[in-house]
């Protein structure tokens, strides 16, 4: 609550970097399987953040709340056009996702639904051949 959000305390983890809104359909029906995609990769260095997008901060409690979403979340209260997170990665529309590598490098976009859980497996898998690597 407050707190400044900054990536590189991730490194070495694989990041789901989430700009979202509670009023897109779209994103409401996707969220189930990145919520079981982030849960069952998360023991293997999996984490989450949100960015919510709405302008109403009431909308954007609520549906962090009654969807259980368990990731740190961030809110400015701006909405897409006014946000200075979203124009930092470039984001245009939402909903929008970024996987980042272990390695602080965004490898996907805009990944769902059996494509997230591949993407997430495929980034995960490497992180820990490149780990194993370091330690012989």
């Known amino acids: 609550e407050g707190n400044e959000v900054k990536l590189d305390s991730y490194t070495g983890k694989v990041v789901l970097v989430d700009f979202w809104s509670s009023t897109l359909d779209a994103y409401k029906r996707d969220l189930p399987r990145s919520l079981a995609v982030v849960e069952e990769w998360q023991k293997r260095?999996?984490?989450?953040?949100?960015?919510?997008?709405?302008?109403?901060?009431?909308?954007?409690?609520?549906?962090?709340?009654?969807?259980?979403v368990p990731w740190r979340q961030v809110f400015a209260g701006k909405g897409?056009?006014?946000?200075?997170?979203?124009?930092?990665?470039?984001?245009?529309?939402?909903?929008?996702?970024?996987?980042?590598?272990?390695d602080g490098?965004?490898?996907f976009v805009d990944v769902r639904g059996?494509?997230?859980?591949?993407?997430?497996?495929q980034l995960v898998e490497r992180a820990e051949k490149r780990s194993t690597k370091k330690g012989d």
């Open 114 to 121: 059996d494509g997230l859980a591949a993407a997430v497996k």
């Open 105 to 107: 490098k965004v490898r």
């Open 45 to 68: 260095g999996v984490e989450a953040i949100g960015i919510g997008l709405d302008r109403e901060r009431a909308a954007f409690l609520a549906f962090v709340k009654d969807n259980k």
């Open 80 to 102: 897409l056009a006014d946000d200075e997170v979203a124009r930092l990665w470039g984001v245009t529309r939402v909903p929008r996702r970024y996987l980042v590598g272990h």
